[in-house]
């Protein structure tokens, strides 16, 4: 049973528009929020992250939002790259450092 | 630094042949990972290691056996292949928050 859903399998955006990637959990007890991205024949690598008891993040162009009481989690890209076309993994952790990780979405920057 | 290792990068193996895959990492991170990836099912965990000696279960570990073989090392083992084991596999290591992942073995069993 997934305990991380990332319902939206693509997303496709203009070049300096906003990317919104959605994230759903289903674990009240995840301490941490993570995104990866991937770029094809590569491993993923750490985007950025969110602790349970905060319901923002923000890293230059990126913005985490943490909603607890929807169990769901977004984030945002502004204004998006052509770089930033890649596979996004929303991943959950619990407190032994054991990640779930969710179905991922293809985002495309359209130039 | 290499960062997190692995090899091979591609291999086909037949029904019921046997191999090991290779990880290790130059970051003196404890904790170890292995993780399959297959089409719509986003990152599975098989097995992982909290610290050198110790190994313990993840979500899909049958048909697999791990070895820690020190601090650096991190194999993963099919004994006899199966098609449902084609998958890319993902070794990653992390002392934190944050894993660290590897490029990545692509296998196809037929």
């Known amino acids: 049973d997934q305990q991380v859903k990332q319902n939206s399998p693509s997303l496709s955006v203009q070049e300096g528009r906003i990317s919104i990637l959605n994230c759903d959990y289903t674990?009240?007890?995840?301490?941490?929020f993570l995104w990866y991205k991937k770029y094809p024949a590569e491993g993923p690598t750490f985007l950025i992250s969110?602790?349970?008891?905060?319901d923002k993040n923000e890293d230059g162009r990126f913005t985490v939002f943490l909603n607890k009481s929807a169990k769901h989690l977004s984030l945002h890209i502004v204004p998006s790259q052509p770089g930033d076309s890649a596979v996004y993994f929303c991943?959950?952790?619990?407190?032994?450092?054991?990640?779930?990780f969710g179905a991922g979405t293809t985002v495309t920057v359209r130039a | 630094n290499a960062g997190v290792t692995q090899t091979p990068k591609f291999q086909v193996l037949k029904t019921g042949q046997s191999m090991t895959l290779q990880c290790a990492q130059d970051?003196?991170?404890?904790?170890m990972y292995w993780y399959r990836q297959d089409p719509g099912m986003g990152l599975r965990l098989i097995y992982y290691?909290?610290?050198?000696?110790?190994?313990d279960k993840g979500e899909v570990p049958n048909g697999y056996n791990v070895s820690r073989l020190n601090k650096r090392e991190f194999s993963l083992r099919l004994e006899s292949a199966a098609p449902s084991q084609t998958s890319v596999y993902f070794c990653?290591?992390?002392?934190?928050?944050?894993?660290?992942f590897g490029p990545g073995t692509r296998l196809t069993v037929l």
């Open positions: 991943a959950a952790l619990l407190n032994d450092y054991k990640l779930s």
């Open positions: 990653a290591s992390s002392d934190g928050l944050e894993q660290f």
């Open positions: 969110i602790s349970s008891i905060k």
């Open positions: 674990n009240s007890m995840f301490d941490y």
């Open positions: 290691s909290a610290s050198e000696g110790t190994t």
């Open positions: 970051m003196n991170h404890n904790s």
